[in-house]
């Protein structure tokens, strides 16, 4: 038998070779409940998750069995039954540690990436113990991979666009002039997933955080396809310029919502990468959008898929910053009635409400407001991890332990990702109706994330003096003649919704 695991479902994870079941080969996939006890997920990705599998089942007909069990233990023993199974390498190390563990089960290589792990691990020690940068490792898997190159060269002379990428939003719009992206019908599969999950709650056997809704993203193959097809002919053209832009009306702006498909394995991401590079070289889209997109899947979806298994499981307890507070409850339970700030309340209703929020709000609003309050980053990369749909141990660790709490202290990026409210103010329309002023760093108007970076510097000034990305702002912070006020005020503020 071949044992699917839900982030497993494209026909890629069926195709013959490389540790891949035979043609013909039954296929067993396990529904653990257990899965669902063990975190309060966001209930619009249960949702899609289990969806997605019995969509998959369905599909498959005959050659599947289906077990809805307490364990994977459980449900591979009821279907197994003793007989040898195979598997790909599953994405977390706890399944890891799992699948080793079961008498009779073979382990093939991962799918559903671009790069084998030995030849990133081979890539990485040959950088001789330096800082790794993730530009470096994108330039090695374009050349690797022949994408978007002309011969030896990035196509269009080169690597790097971001000088065009990255705007402001256009002055004067509420929602990106650009066509909606697919959504997907529900149907009788949908009906069903929504009354156990109802039964499940009632019974007290399982809570969930935030609403489902319609469900808003891909559950098969055929539905990511279309949602890459419609992102590829009709809205990539402004994914580049606009990518790191936020519109309080307008959520999704030009980016591709393929995340969740990708993460279930219901797309490969070499498939999402030509699809893009056709449609420039047919000139249909251009070089900026389209390299900020092979970016985004080629470069930093793989560099954090490898760097989730190079950097060991410990990794996840990095804690160079010493934060220690616990999440709030209002912040756990996706609560925003007492929240003022414009722009986190925007971003949280948006989680609450869909179980995404694009790239900067993650970074910049979510992750910047935990950073800047000292809360523990594994609560941050567990909340991540529950309430978003495309969110997965393999991506969540590295994004959020790394990229957005900076608690590896510079492994992954070179500099903490924190703001003010100038850059919330220049990059969005979210500080215009808000309470708060992103110019005031203290007082009845002052701007949390204003008050909250400068705080963020003065605490951690020794731990970040050597940083020369950082020096010109720990300059501006010995001269700020209101330093005292912001300690006081930020003390004061402790947990209350900002
Ligand atoms: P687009 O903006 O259209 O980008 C295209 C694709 O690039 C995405 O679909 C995604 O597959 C890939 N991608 C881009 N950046 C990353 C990245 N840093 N890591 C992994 N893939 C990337 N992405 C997840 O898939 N799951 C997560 O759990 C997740 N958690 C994040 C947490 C934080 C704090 C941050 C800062 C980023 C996180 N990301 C995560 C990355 C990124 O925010 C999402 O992939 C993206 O917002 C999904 O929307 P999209 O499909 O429209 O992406």
């Known amino acids: 038998m071949h044992w699917l695991f839900g982030d497993q479902l494209g026909p890629h994870f069926l195709a013959p070779g490389d540790g891949g079941p035979g043609r013909d080969t039954p296929v067993v996939m396990i529904e653990a409940r257990s899965v669902f006890r063990r975190r309060r997920f966001h209930r619009a990705k249960a949702h899609l998750v289990l ?45 890891v540690r799992l699948v080793r563990a079961l008498p009779n089960v073979t382990v093939g290589p991962p799918r559903g990436f671009l790069v084998p792990m030995a030849d990133f691990a081979a890539w990485a020690d040959g950088h001789g113990g330096k800082r790794l940068r993730q530009e470096d490792f994108y330039h090695w898997v374009r050349r690797g991979h022949d994408m978007l190159m002309d011969g ?44 156990d999950l109802d039964r499940w709650e009632k019974d007290g056997d399982v809570s969930f955080v935030g609403r489902d809704g319609p469900r808003l993203f891909p559950a098969t193959r055929t539905e990511a396809r279309r949602a890459l097809r419609r992102f590829v002919e009709h809205r990539l053209t402004t994914f580049g310029a606009y990518e790191d832009a936020m519109l309080a009306a307008d959520p999704v702006m030009s980016h591709s919502l393929l995340s969740s498909s990708l993460n279930l394995g219901l797309l490969d991401p070499a498939e999402c990468v030509e699809s893009a590079e056709a449609a420039w070289r047919a000139g249909r889209a251009p070089l900026n959008s389209v390299e900020g997109f092979v970016r985004q899947i080629a470069g930093w979806r793989e560099y954090v898929w490898q760097l989730y298994w190079y950097f060991g499981e410990d990794y996840r307890h990095s804690n160079e910053l010493r934060h220690t ?4 409850d209002w912040w756990n339970d996706l609560d925003v009635t007492a929240v003022r700030a414009n722009c986190l309340r925007t971003t949280l209703a948006q989680v609450r409400d869909t179980g995404w929020t694009h790239h900067i709000p993650r970074l910049m609003i979510l992750g910047s407001h935990a950073l800047q309050r000292g809360w523990d980053p594994a609560a941050v990369t567990d909340w991540f991890h529950r309430c978003f749909v495309d969110g997965y141990d393999w991506v969540m660790v590295p994004n959020v332990i790394g990229m957005s709490q900076y608690a590896d202290a510079g492994r992954m990026t070179t500099k903490p990702y924190t703001s003010g409210g100038a850059y919330v103010n220049r990059m969005s329309d979210l500080c215009g ?24 510097l003065d605490r951690h000034r020794g731990r970040l003096a050597g940083n020369q990305r950082v020096s010109q702002p720990l300059r501006q912070l010995d001269r700020l003649g209101d330093l005292a006020e ?13």
């Open 152 to 195: 030896l060269q990035p196509a269009g002379g080169r690597w790097n666009l971001d000088h065009d990428n990255r705007q402001p939003p256009p002055r004067g719009h509420r929602v990106l002039p650009v066509e909606r992206p697919y959504r997907p019908r529900e149907d009788e599969i949908d009906d069903e997933v929504r009354r």
């Open 51 to 95: 969806s997605a599998m019995r969509h998959r089942a369905a599909e498959l007909g005959d050659r599947v069995t289906y077990v809805r069990a307490d364990t994977y233990r459980d449900g591979l023993d009821r279907a197994a039954r003793g007989r040898p199974v195979t598997v790909h390498h599953p994405t977390s190390y706890a399944a």
């Open 433 to 456: 109706p808000c309470v708060h002023r992103p110019g005031d760093r203290t007082g009845e108007h002052a701007c949390p994330y204003t008050a909250g970076y400068w705080a963020f």
């Open 486 to 498: 912001v300690r006081r005020q930020e003390r004061a503020r402790g947990d209350t919704p900002p």
């Open 325 to 328: 507070a616990p999440l709030p």
